[in-house]
């Protein structure tokens, strides 16, 4: 049973944009585990968050080094979460997964979350 499936990734240049798109299946959107959270690896890197919005879209963060350059929004008529990632760099190249949880609350922690998509790759050439 596929619970998160991302798509929209690609390959762009650098300071060009993409949109992620990663859409939850019903029983994500009717349990607590509805916080969406982007996260990425790159090739020998750990898995770090990159964005996570609440279930109600009340809260959402990012981490620092994509501050101003990307941002989470989600449509729940939809099953839908968002990634507009702007100004991009070819260190934001890696796979980039979505992921539900949020048991513990507003968190860009990979350990809080629990259910994982298959990713979506993106590149970024200089």
């Known amino acids: 049973q596929v619970q998160l499936v991302e798509s929209g990734g690609g390959s762009v240049q650098a300071g060009g944009s993409l949109r992620l798109s990663c859409h939850y299946s019903a029983y994500i959107a009717r349990t607590r585990l509805n916080y969406i959270m982007w996260s990425r690896q790159a090739p020998g890197q750990e898995r770090e968050g990159v964005a996570a919005?609440?279930?109600?879209?009340?809260?959402?963060g990012v981490r620092d080094s994509v501050k101003g350059r990307f941002t989470i929004s989600r449509d729940n008529s939809k099953n839908t979460v968002f990634l507009e990632m702007n100004f991009l760099v070819p260190e934001d190249t890696a796979m980039y997964y979505c992921?539900?949880?949020?048991?513990?609350?507003?968190?860009?922690?990979?350990?809080?979350?629990?259910?994982w998509g298959q990713g979506t790759q993106v590149t970024v050439s200089s």
């Open positions: 992921a539900a949880g949020g048991t513990n609350g507003e968190s860009l922690r990979v350990s809080d979350y629990n259910i």
């Open positions: 919005i609440s279930n109600r879209g009340t809260w959402s």
